[in-house]
Nanobody, 125 residues
Framework: QVQLVESGGGLVQAGGSLRLSCAAS????????MGWFRQAPGKEREFVAS????????LYADSVKGRFTISRDNAKSSVYLQMNSLKPEDTAVYYC??????????????????WGQGTQVTVSS
């Protein structure tokens, strides 16, 4: 069982930066693919970024490519989302997710078995 706790959300002006953190508890964090999703008010939850457990390869939604960077520190059982050049449309609750043990990364929510409680990111114009 993996438990996830996000932190680092807040209010920032457009063009600013935030770094989200996700601390995981449970065995063998290093074998879990990790991802970030977000849900804006009145919208479906959507994929943001993911990172594999094996090669460190990454995937990004087109809307954040070049602005956001996902990374992981297996020694700290943590995954991060560095968000730069933030836009008002990035406003959402951001969720950390862990996939199946030794599974693949992807954009589909069904690939992820464990979810955090979410952290609010608000970008003002």
């Amino acid at each position: 069982q993996v438990q996830l706790v996000e932190s680092g959300g807040g209010l920032v002006q457009a063009g600013g930066s935030l770094r989200l953190s996700c601390a995981a508890s449970g065995p063998s964090f290093y074998t879990y693919p990790m991802g970030w999703f977000r849900q804006a008010p009145g919208k479906e939850r959507e994929f943001v970024a993911s990172i594999s457990w094996s090669t460190g390869s990454t995937l990004y939604a087109d809307s954040v490519k070049g602005r956001f960077t996902i990374s992981r520190d297996n020694a700290k059982s943590s995954v991060y989302l560095q968000m730069n050049s933030l836009k008002p449309e990035d406003t959402a609750v951001y969720y950390c997710a862990a996939g199946r043990n030794m599974g693949r990364i992807g954009v589909t929510q069904s690939l992820y078995n464990y979810w955090g409680q979410g952290t609010q990111v608000t970008v003002s114009s």
